[in-house]
Nanobody
Framework: HVQLVESGGGSVQAGGSLTLSCVPS????MAWFRQAPEKEREWVAG????????TYADSIKGRFTLSLDNAKTTLNLQMNSLKPEDTAMYYC?????WGGGSWNSEGPYKYWGQGTQVTVSS
């Protein structure tokens, strides 16, 4: 059994930045999801580690950036220009193979982290 571990959450003011990290990131398809209070969990961003390609939800496009460290063991989510509506628990997820569906299909994700809280105040 693999347990993904997130870190880097915290409290910031609107316009600030945070970087979330997830280990291990050795799976081909890695993603971040988030869940705000009383809302459904939503997909945020995904990376194909083999192709090095990334894809983002429209709500965060241009503000968040996914990257892998040089050792390709840590997946980082750089979050800039944070807004109060970004407040949520952020979860890292991994799918060793595609398994059908789309990036925001939760079913194919086999491994999940416990989450890290991000709070953005206005």
């Amino acid at each position: 059994h693999v347990q993904l571990v997130e870190s880097g959450g915290g409290s910031v003011q609107a316009g600030g930045s945070l970087t979330l990290s997830c280990v291990p990131s050795t799976f081909r398809y890695m993603a971040w999801f988030r869940q705000a209070p009383e809302k459904e969990r939503e997909w945020v961003a995904g990376m194909d580690g083999t192709l090095g390609s990334t894809t983002y939800a429209d709500s965060i496009k241009g503000r968040f950036t996914l990257s892998l460290d040089n050792a390709k063991t840590t997946l980082n989510l750089q979050m800039n220009s944070l807004k109060p509506e970004d407040t949520a628990m952020y979860y890292c997820a991994a799918r060793p193979f595609w398994g059908g569906g789309s990036w925001n299909s939760e079913g194919p994700y086999k491994y999940w982290g416990q989450g890290t809280q991000v709070t953005v105040s206005s």
